[in-house]
């Protein structure tokens, strides 16, 4: 059945180092979303695309942290330089429409 | 900004209890509600969703209510099984904001 697969699953770095980060979002499917989990925030949305193009970004530290969607196939997340306080868990997200999401598995990131 | 509140943050019930989550926020103006499931280490998994024109929706054990002037939401298990613990998170899609606002969840823990 179709789903949105993220790679990769875990990843643990040391603080300076960049990250990149998957997402294969459901075929057919024109937009996608990143958000950050967190303990003491919960979900936050970082950036959305539709139609492969950036919506909003206004969730996400601009100086360190990019995304984008080089196909309709996959988007991409990066931090460089990624901070201990980027610890958290990212899910991509895909839908038709706003409304209705569906998140992938998420990716675990530890910065040391 | 859309502020969404989960109370209580974690619930312990003996299982066949029937139970009652509930969900609080801040601005009227949504589009709808959605209630989510997620399983530790997994992502979040649409179990119910509520247009703003609609008063409840039931899936199974399942029952969601939404009284959208006074800004609430709660969502019913009937029975509850020792499958259904997880942490239970709602969201609304507010009006002209383009994305979803989530709370910080409520942790469900139904002992067998």
């Known amino acids: 059945d179709a789903r949105v697969t993220q790679t990769p699953r875990h990843k643990v770095t040391e603080m300076g180092q960049e990250v990149t980060m998957r997402c294969q979002p459901i075929?057919?499917?024109?937009?996608v979303f990143w958000y950050r989990q967190t303990m003491m925030q919960g979900l936050e949305l970082l950036a959305y695309?539709?139609?492969?193009?950036?919506?909003?970004d206004s969730g996400m530290p601009k100086d360190r942290f990019s995304a984008e969607m080089p196909d309709a196939t996959l988007a991409t997340l990066k931090i460089q330089p990624s901070e201990p306080r980027d610890s958290a868990v990212y899910f991509c997200?895909?839908?038709?429409?706003?409304?209705?999401?569906?998140f992938g598995p998420g990716t675990r990131l530890l910065v040391l | 900004k859309q502020e969404v509140t989960q109370i209580p943050a974690a619930l312990s019930v003996p299982e066949g209890e029937n139970l009652v989550l509930n969900c609080s926020f801040t601005?009227?103006?949504?589009?709808?509600l959605q209630w989510f499931r997620q399983d530790p280490g997994k992502g979040l998994t649409s179990l119910l969703l509520?247009?703003?024109?609609?008063r409840e929706q039931t899936s199974g054990r399942l029952n969601a209510s939404l009284d959208k002037s006074s800004g609430r939401s709660t969502l019913y298990i009937a029975a509850s099984q020792p499958g259904d613990s997880a942490t239970y998170l709602c969201?609304?899609?507010?009006?002209?904001?383009?994305?979803?606002?989530f709370g910080t969840g409520t942790r469900l823990t139904v002992i067998p």
């Open positions: 997200a895909s839908g038709l429409v706003l409304e209705t999401q569906y």
């Open positions: 075929l057919g499917h024109n937009t």
């Open positions: 695309f539709r139609n492969r193009a950036p919506l909003d």
């Open positions: 601005d009227s103006a949504i589009y709808n």
């Open positions: 509520i247009q703003s024109s609609q």
């Open positions: 969201a609304v899609f507010k009006t002209g904001a383009n994305n979803l606002f």
